[in-house]
């Protein structure tokens, strides 16, 4: 006589007692638990008549291989251990008819469900659903370390930090494969979004503008996914700053105002039209537009109460006051607006110069380097001095507008090269740009 097991009854109990009508909702399963698993190879899988025969009647010596063993719990809810054991509930096929043969009555069984409306399945359905691979404190981590980048970048550099920005990327890209419910699911493609945004930052200040732009691209759609326009905006920033540094001006105007347009009020706005707007429209030479531009940001910067001081260059969060009037010195620059250039450099001198950020105080330096260099009787001494600062403060951590601000301070002492000033800061720009990674930007550029 067949062994009665779970599984024999669980089985009786659903009228999937023939090897056809077993298989056919094996088959089923196995179909879904390929697709919620992701696991393409179990949509295969099936039941011989013989491999049946032996489960129902109890014939087994070890359980069956592992990917039957999964879909056999996904179809009847229950461990595979239990499904073989030998069922003691008094309820089985056998006792029944040992009851009815002895004339005792026999207690009804309740009327069959369907297979979807099993309550088993509605539960491990519900389960899998709500399930997650990315707890609160993985999301967390993730965030704590995109914090920690940000906060010491100006310090550390792309170089050092690079590393680590892509680890978090590729973890959160890892867990988004995986499964999770909306809300946790949002967030990993908030983080994802940033990290690459982070990442993009990165390229352009190493000189790699086309690996930003797919950065940039990569955080714009990430964060359009979930509408957070916060991050989407802060994205097409940076891709606007890398089309500037690429010498693509035009296309880093249209990229900014497209974004503005989005969101005109929205905080994120202020860095889009000192950073990206006003800077490129200042290499065409469109003047008005520059100074509608500067206003705009100004005036946003007024309305959110931004910081007066000078923020982190890759930060999350709005543009300080300062940060946007150093955005307006290198304008101006391009436009050589040379009383405008000293002017706002001197109103922000104290910010900048009592700021962490060696970049910040090397960029302006630069900016009025060159406004020195513009006047109608130039500061030769004055503006050479300050270049050297500039390249002394970048040090060993160069990164691409200081490069090409330097590079320019060069090229425009030109006409003074017999300068004592001038070949001093020659001298020293060679020995600075021989870096490998200002090499690498010098080739990139060209």
Known sequence: MPRTTLLRQLLQQRYLTTHEAFAAQYERAAARLAELDRDPRLASLQVSPRQFDRWYGGELLTLP??????????????????????????????????????????TSAPPPREDDENPLDIVTRTRQLTASNADDATLAFLESSLEGIASRYEEDGPYV?????????????????????PRTRRELFRLAARAS?????????????????????EARELSREIGDLDTDLWACGTLS??????????????????????????????????????????????RRAVERAIGQALRLSDLHEVPVGLTSCISFEPYGRARTLANAVTSHVALRNTAQVLRDAE??????EHSSSS?????????????????????????????????????????????????????????????????DYGDEFRTWSSQPAALAMASSAS
């Open 65 to 106: 291989r592992p990917d039957a063993c999964r879909v056999l719990e996904h179809m009847l809810g229950r461990p595979v251990s239990e499904l073989f054991s030998t069922a003691y509930d008094g309820d089985s096929a056998h006792d029944r008819d040992e009851e009815s043969s002895t004339g005792q009555q026999a």
């Open 161 to 181: 930090l690079r590393p680590q920005a892509r680890q978090v990327r590729q973890l959160a890209h890892t867990l988004l494969d995986g499964r999770q419910p």
């Open 197 to 217: 945004g982070l990442l993009g930052y990165m390229a352009v200040n190493t000189g790699d503008f086309a690996l930003s732009e797919a950065y940039c691209t």
């Open 241 to 286: 700053f890398s089309l500037y540094y690429a010498g693509r001006y035009d296309e880093a105007d249209a990229c900014a105002a497209a974004a503005v347009e989005r969101a005109p009020c929205h905080a994120q706005c202020i860095r889009l039209l000192a950073n990206g707007r006003a800077r490129a429209l200042a290499k065409t030479g469109d």
């Open 347 to 352: 109103h922000i001198d104290d910010l900048v």
């Open 359 to 423: 970049w910040s105080r090397s960029l302006v330096r630069l900016d009025v380097a060159t406004a020195l260099l513009q006047q109608r009787t130039p500061d030769i001494d004055h503006a050479m001095v300050l270049g050297r600062e500039a390249l002394r403060l970048c040090g060993d951590t160069p990164i691409s507008s200081v490069y090409q601000r330097s590079r320019d301070l060069h090229e425009q002492a030109g006409p003074w090269r017999d300068h004592s000033a001038v070949r």
